[in-house]
């Protein structure tokens, strides 16, 4: 299987920046390069939601229309590591952050299309 594990979040003050990364492992995780990519989130009180995607051959890139603009998702050079960087955050962003994987998958925005899951990193945004 594939392990995937989230890092980067924090405490932030409005219109301030953040990098999340996402790594993975396992047994038969070699590189992020056959995998489309997404990132989730979770907010207080909230089902999870789509913040952003991106196909596995790199053609297609989606965004939720509130992070569209400031948060940007890509893929380290080495090919074990996928980022969300995010910037000009608001109070709106705080959420716990998940990443996600589907072996040669598009930039599917429906959690269901997605087969491996980190366990999240918090991102809290203070006013």
């Known amino acids: 299987q594939v392990h995937l594990v989230e890092s980067g979040g924090g405490l932030v003050q409005a219109g301030d920046s953040l990098r999340l990364s996402c790594v993975g492992s396992g047994e038969y995780f070699r590189g992020f390069s056959s995998y489309a990519v997404a990132w989730f989130r979770q907010a207080p009180g909230k089902k999870r939601a789509f913040v952003a995607s991106?196909?596995?051959?790199?053609?297609?890139?989606r965004y939720e229309d509130s992070v569209q603009g400031r948060f940007a998702i890509s893929r380290g050079s080495a090919g074990n590591a996928v980022y969300l960087q995010m910037d000009s955050l608001r109070p709106e962003d705080t959420a716990v952050y998940y990443c996600?994987?589907?072996?040669?998958?598009?930039?599917?925005?429906?959690?269901?299309?997605?087969?491996?899951w980190g366990q999240g990193t918090q991102v809290t945004v203070s006013s």
């Open positions: 996600a994987t589907d072996q040669y998958g598009g930039a599917w925005t429906t959690e269901t299309r997605y087969d491996h």
């Open positions: 991106i196909s596995w051959n790199d053609d297609t890139t």
